[in-house]
């Protein structure tokens, strides 16, 4: 049966009736899909609680944004879109984990919060012993050795080797991961559904028109967009582009220190190798874990990066090594020379959101204290980005835990005047293949936002 015209209305003339042409589509339009979520028997889903994600695309343009998720709870979701350029478009949505997988997920965190763990090295003498440690530990009869931070209260154990000082402790790292899983659960994680290997909804494509650049304020849409490749801020700072002198001209007297994890390096390490006159500095410690320092000297610009505190998955990190980043925050003496860059939430994803919170708390604080004595310091702070999900990561670093470390990062640093670059939107909305450390067209343009930040155009 097909629906029948209504009796109650009748035919009158053409230009009553359905027209093609008025479903076009403008630049500044939100469009809307409806997913309908099945079970491996193609029947209906009637409960939300699944992962996806959404992206709109046009590669031959260099073209992408984020798109918004809403969980409508009964198997259902909208994908929203705000429409950003002229031409054509791709939407992509992808199932990251069913919410079936989600709840083996929250289980390992609330049962196993401990399924990475850490060791420490004592020496004393010529006893040499290992012990492992963690933010909390399991009840033993071994006595404990207490490292919570004096200052931040930030946790630390160790299970204490016998015969041996607490005071003997000489260096953390990584030791191990322990799965958890039960009978089958592992497949819920295979690859044929995990992200980056299968899309669950058609692609489609569809035209935007120019007529319409507008876009109602109101109404939800991303923190920018890639065209020709280049990151487009959609509200605060504009983007500039920079190359290796503009960069050394944008830095010229400026310190930049930066506290974090691998991500953070990693922009370091571009800085260190596309800035002209930089040359690192020998401080004969770890290229993973630091202090790492590069200096311009004609230009007077200083680069640093330091790791933050446990938890930290590095190894062989010394003990005077360990720095929380609040307490490295208040030996900043801050000014409009100085620039703090800020990344950590990977390390966090095995943890109760709580041990994350604290964190970020002691951390906001001490951000808080130094911009009331030096108002013209910059603070920028990284979000957390998309990865490829093999098991281990998905158990460990899962885009799950990312996206709700991401959600309670930016509400945390909300209201404190520091800047964010978006690695959330900045990596869903490229065509790279989603990776821990991006790629470095996604990290010359994160560069390109920290920069304009310390260098915004004229009448910015």
């Not at 800085?271 to 770890?286: A, D, M, R, W, Y």
Request: glycine content about 6%; aromatic content about 12%; charged content about 20%.
């Amino acid at each position: 049966a097909w629906p029948k015209y209504p009796s109650i209305k009748k035919f009158s003339s053409l230009p009553n009736t359905s027209h093609p042409a008025c479903g076009s589509w403008h630049i500044g339009d939100q469009l809307e899909v409806l997913i309908q979520m099945h079970d491996y028997h193609c029947r209906p889903k009637n409960y939300g609680g699944d992962v996806l994600l959404a992206s709109l695309h046009n590669r031959a343009l260099g073209a992408g944004a984020a798109g918004k998720v809403v969980d409508h709870l009964n198997g259902t979701y909208s994908a929203v879109f705000t429409l950003l350029w002229n031409g054509s478009a791709k939407i992509e949505v992808t199932l990251v984990h069913s919410s079936e997988a989600v709840e083996v997920l929250s289980r390992q965190t609330s049962e196993h919060p401990d399924r990475i763990y850490f060791k420490s090295l004592f020496w004393s003498g010529s006893k040499t012993l290992f012990a492992n440690c963690n933010v909390c530990l399991r009840p033993s009869k071994a006595p404990l050795c207490n490292y919570t931070d004096i200052h931040t209260g930030e946790p630390w154990f160790c299970y204490k080797p016998k015969n041996v000082s607490c005071d003997a402790r000489i260096n953390h790292s990584k030791a191990g991961f322990i799965k958890n899983l039960r009978p089958n659960e592992g497949n819920l994680f295979s690859p044929l559904i995990h992200s980056g290997v299968m899309y669950f909804l058609c692609v489609f494509f569809f035209f935007i028109d120019e007529l319409n650049s507008t876009m109602n304020s109101g109404r939800w849409r991303p923190s920018g967009f890639y065209y020709k490749g280049v990151w487009r801020s959609l509200g605060g700072t504009e983007v500039r582009e920079f190359n290796p002198k503009q960069m050394t001209q944008c830095l010229k007297g400026k310190q930049v220190h930066m506290y974090g994890d691998s991500t953070i390096r990693q922009w370091f390490e571009y800085l260190n190798e596309v800035l002209p006159n930089i040359k690192q500095f020998g401080l004969h410690t770890s290229k993973q874990t630091g202090p790492l320092m590069a200096l311009d000297y004609t230009n007077n610009i200083m680069v640093m990066f330091r790791c933050h505190g446990p938890p930290i998955r590095f190894s062989n990190v010394p003990i005077g090594g360990l720095r929380y980043i609040a307490n490295e925050l208040e030996r900043v003496i801050g000014g409009p020379d100085t620039v703090i860059v800020l990344g950590i939430w990977s390390h966090f994803s095995t943890f109760p959101m709580e041990v994350y919170i604290r964190r970020l708390m002691s951390i906001r604080i001490a951000v808080v204290k130094l911009l009331a004595r030096a108002p013209q310091t910059l603070v920028i702070v990284r979000t957390a980005n998309l990865k490829a999900l093999t098991l281990y990561e998905t158990l460990t670093n899962s885009d799950w835990y990312s996206m709700q470390r991401d959600k309670a990062l930016r509400a945390v640093f909300k209201g404190t005047g520091v800047r964010l670059v978006d690695a959330w939107e900045m990596t869903l909305a490229h065509n790279l293949p989603h990776n821990l450390h991006p790629d470095r067209p996604i990290i010359k343009n994160m560069i390109n936002v920290l920069l304009s930040y310390v260098c915004p155009a004229k009448g910015r």
